[in-house]
């Protein structure tokens, strides 16, 4: 299994086998939101810089901007979210993700949190 890598905004990305990277929030961020209730995604073409707002999440709590955790071209939305943005609540790490990406220089993504700094980050360790 890949391993994934966690930003300080509370995003993960995990580097699949061809390449791309698959983002989305962790699970600690969506229990923070609480039910989420619209999900704005990315345009599919867009090059990205890391750190760059790519969207929004909105719960019944609040609103949240998305950033990506590295640079590179967005490849595909997860256009189900649109339907059923629950789906983040329910499976953040799996089916609930945001984009797929083209990242273009893969030690930004090494360079970014693995899951046990993550977790002290969070205050769960």
Not at 45 to 73: M, N
Not at 86 to 102: L, Q
């Amino acid at each position: 299994m890949s391993e994934i890598r966690y930003t300080s905004d509370h995003e993960w990305i995990r580097m699949e086998d061809d390449g791309t990277a698959t983002v989305g929030i962790t699970s600690h961020a969506q229990e923070q939101l609480g039910d989420i209730v619209f999900v704005e995604l990315p345009n599919t073409g867009t090059e990205v810089s890391q750190g760059d707002e790519v969207g929004v999440v909105e719960s019944v709590k609040a609103a949240s901007e998305i950033y990506a955790p590295v640079a590179g071209e967005i490849l595909e939305a997860n256009e189900t979210l649109s339907d059923e943005p629950a789906t983040v609540n329910s499976d953040p790490m799996g089916g609930g993700w945001f984009f797929k990406m083209k990242v273009a220089d893969p030690s930004e993504v090494q360079a970014l949190m693995d899951e046990a700094a993550y977790k002290d980050h969070c205050g769960e360790s």
